[in-house]
């Protein structure tokens, strides 16, 4: 009988080979998920829909057709940029791009795309690695360098986010260029040069599409940040008449009512913006607006939903590896509204342990340890927070209530001051807190 053994073996292996081929469960291809109210509205989403189908069929035919798998991933990625639902899309775009570099390590495309996402889930570090991987495969593409410039400007390193800037904008000076130009000219203190560059950033781009009226809704952020409503006003009705529904106007229009104490109407505009698209930072701004309207309830009720949206990112960046929102940050202040102060520290610190030179970050700390008593501790952080000159007027009035409240009286006055003359419609809590050190000084 041994004679038989070695062929009947063969035979049963052949088999079980063939029922792998037979029997294997196609790969799986994530699919476009359906839109709801105003953002199923217009041809937009039609022209979405067709040319995802188009991918789709082409992978169920080829599932090696690597072009398609980018070309979709690209469309997901966009995707989560307008329904905001980054949880689905921005893994399934990292499926697809992952099946890409399996099959092509040097795909240039895919790499850009892969730290594209991962800038988007705040896993800087890494978006990083793979932008300088890409950039030694094409040394003269210009999106490449916008990524490089945003990794740098995240992780803290400003000189070096400014050399990438000048080279995205040498090779190919367009929207994107000019937004990180008023970026980084923003954080280095000049605001005038960072509202004509983003100017040139609204400019540059095609009425109605999204990156356009991004770029428009942050030149009005700018106006905001200048006290200028009325120019911030005309940008968001400007960006809804080009792009109805558009969530991020309807909240830019819900600060500016906000700014001018009418709560009831910035409440409609917020709550039209939480409708539409997934951010928790509608439900953070609509818990001050109903804290400011008197409906304590209300507040407590959006406080909970803000920091439920940013745990549920935490908890899927934790159980993934590749994937997953890193919001420690965001979480940080999110319990600073609940008063959990302790809950906000630790989130504060992880945050600053992941990227220690970024002035947000050192912001974020320093105010955690102001709300809970811890002066000096918040002065060092504030001292290195200011050290790029920037004039936002909300880290410019904490800085000088922490000034003052560490004896530095006549310097903490001064910054209180130049926060409420840049912007005298600054977040009211914080403006009121430094318009009582004013007067008791």
Known sequence: MRKYFYPILLVSFAAAVAALFVFRKPERIPQLKARHGDLAMGGEWVNTQSAVAGLLAKLRTNPNDTKSELLLAQAYMQEARVTGDHAYYDMAAMELLNNVTRKEPENFEALCCKASLNLTQHHFSEGLALAEEAVKLNPSNAFVYGLLCDANVELGRYAEAVRMADKMNTLRPDLRAYARVSYLREIHGNLPGAIEAMTMAAKAGFPGLEQTEWARIQLGHLYENTGDLQRAESQYKESLAERPGYSYALAGLGRVEKGRRNYPAAISYFQKARAT???????????????????????????????????????????????????????????????????????????????????????????????????????????????????????????????????HTAEGQALIREALNLNPYLSLDLADEGKKLLAVN
């Open 277 to 407: 698209v997934k951010d928790y930072a509608f439900a953070d701004e609509l818990t001050d607006l109903y804290r400011l309207n008197n409906e304590p309830a209300k507040a407590e009720e959006m406080a909970r939903e803000a920091i439920s949206m940013l745990a549920s990112d935490a908890k899927e960046a934790d159980d993934n590896e590749l994937m997953g929102h890193y919001a420690d940050r965001e979480l940080a202040y999110a319990y600073l509204k609940t008063k959990e102060l302790d809950k906000a520290l630790e989130h504060a610190k992880i945050e600053y342990a992941r990227r220690p030179d970024n002035i947000d970050v050192e912001e974020t700390l320093a105010w955690v340890h102001y709300k809970r008593g811890e002066y000096a501790e918040a002065e060092k952080q504030m001292q290195r927070a200011l050290r790029m000159k920037t004039k936002n007027p909300t880290l410019l009035c904490r800085a000088g209530l922490i000034a003052t409240k560490t004896g």
